[in-house]
């Protein structure tokens, strides 16, 4: 693990961001590790630090909009955003699904780097990729915090993590026998 790598999970141990202990994934896999990015971003100066780290990784490419999904990819969104002078907008949920709401628009050709939180299998992500399309805009890129699968999920863009980890995850009936004695827990994303 690098200086970097190493300095973002130092930030998420020291806000109790990362978790230990079952949980039960979006995806619906279960997992002995949880990233409750809601705990890191109580931590301003946490934000703060971590969008500069991101937005160092994306420095050369081409937006003028930041779309995340709601709920994890709000906070860092937004900072992302105001660090590199771009508009921000979010996809929130209806019946499951992720679609803009508020009168948010997409021009055509619109450059739209989509950020988000956290990845295990990138649900979220590629609807927002989907969004973005049909909304004739342009997908410059995907930048994440955290990238569970360890750089395994590909979105057809370019995409970058800060941290890539490959916390092993298992459908319900195929927990390994200490997960399965643990109570499991829906912390929420």
């Not at 909009?65 to 907008?89: D, K």
């Amino acid at each position: 693990m690098d200086t970097q790598q190493q300095e973002v999970l130092d930030i998420f141990t020291r806000t109790r961001a990362l978790l230990r202990g079952h949980f039960v994934l979006r995806s619906g896999l279960h997992s002995g590790h949880f990233f409750q990015c809601a705990q890191v971003c109580q931590h301003m100066d946490a934000v703060t630090r971590l969008a500069e780290l991101l937005v160092a990784k994306i420095d050369g490419w081409s937006f003028t909009t930041v779309l995340a999904p709601a709920m994890g990819g709000l906070v860092i969104g937004q900072e992302v955003a105001r660090q590199t002078g771009s508009r921000f907008l979010f996809a929130e949920k209806d019946n499951n699904t992720l679609v803009m709401r508020r009168g948010f628009k997409l021009a055509p050709g619109e450059r739209v780097l989509v950020v988000e939180d956290v990845v295990t299998r990138g649900g979220r992500v590629v609807e927002a990729l989907d969004i973005v399309k049909k909304a004739g805009g342009v997908a410059a890129g995907v930048a994440m915090l955290v990238d569970r699968s360890s750089g395994a999920t590909k979105f057809g863009v370019p995409s970058v993590a800060l941290l890539e980890l490959s916390f092993p995850t298992y459908p319900a009936d195929q927990l390994p026998p200490e997960l399965a004695a643990l109570p499991a827990e829906k912390p929420g994303s």
